[in-house]
């Protein structure tokens, strides 16, 4: 069966970094377009970053640009987010997502399939 799990959230001051984690069981994720979506009380789930399979580019939200990195550690099977100088509107529940890009397009318009549950990100002082 297809298992995604996120880890590492928790509660970070202004400016701090937080590293996320994306570990798979079921398939490989180096076939797999990753996605990381968050969602805040009250708002829209929002697309974050993903990576693609095809050709490894990857994709940024303009919120997060130049201050998250999205990679991939084949040996571990797990897509890793790095989230640095952080602020209180990051503060949400991340979720992982896996998808299968049929279309060979950039990864943010894959259709993602397969989600994690979420882990809760707080930034906060």
């Known amino acids: 069966q297809v298992q995604l799990v996120e880890s590492g959230g928790g509660l970070v001051q202004p400016g701090g970094s937080l590293r996320l984690s994306c570990a798979a069981s079921g398939f490989t994720l180096e076939h797999a377009d990753i996605g990381w979506f968050r969602e805040a009380p009250g708002k829209e789930r929002e697309g974050v970053s993903c990576i693609s399979s095809r050709d490894g580019s990857t994709y940024y939200a303009d919120s997060v640009k130049g201050r998250f990195t999205i990679s991939r550690d084949n040996a571990k099977n797990t897509v890793i987010l790095e989230m640095n100088r952080l602020s209180p509107e990051d503060t949400g529940v991340y979720s992982c997502?896996?998808?299968?890009?049929?279309?060979?397009?950039?990864?943010?318009?894959?259709?993602?399939?397969?989600w994690g549950q979420g882990t809760q990100v707080t930034v906060s002082s």
């Open positions: 997502a896996a998808g299968v890009n049929t279309a060979q397009t950039v990864c943010n318009l894959t259709p993602y399939a397969s």
